[in-house]
């Protein structure tokens, strides 16, 4: 089974950047290469929520919200996917997942810890 591990959330001043990172340390190149991968954010009450996706051929989705200012990339050979966000927003806070991607970005592996990320005004 995938497992993901994510780091890099914490709190951000509002115009502000983080560098999130997703890894799976436990996955073959020939497991993590081939699978979609997304990241999701969370806030109380809701579900996790779409933000960005980046399929094996590394064509990438945003929600509306993000584009043009969060970037999601990934490199294979070191079983990592990133997801960069600049000009953070106080609505931008939230716990953020990174997750394999089914169809219509709908996850469908195991959620891990996910990465705090909090942005004041």
């Known amino acids: 089974q995938v497992r993901l591990e994510e780091s890099g959330g914490g709190l951000a001043q509002a115009g502000g950047s983080l560098r999130l990172s997703c890894k799976c340390p436990?996955?073959?190149?020939?497991?993590?290469?081939?699978?979609?991968l997304a990241w999701y954010r969370q806030v109380p009450g809701k579900e996790p929520d779409l933000v960005a996706l980046i399929t094996s051929a590394k064509s990438t989705k945003y929600s509306d919200s993000v584009k043009e200012r969060f970037t999601i990339s990934r490199d294979n050979s070191r079983k990592i996917v990133w997801l960069r966000m600049d000009d953070l927003k106080p609505v931008d806070s939230g716990v953020y997942y990174c997750?394999?991607?089914?169809?219509?970005?709908?996850?469908?592996?195991?959620w891990g810890q996910g990465t705090q990320v909090t942005v004041s005004s």
């Open positions: 997750n394999t991607a089914g169809r219509d970005g709908v996850p469908v592996g195991a």
């Open positions: 436990r996955c073959i190149f020939s497991v993590f290469s081939p699978l979609d």
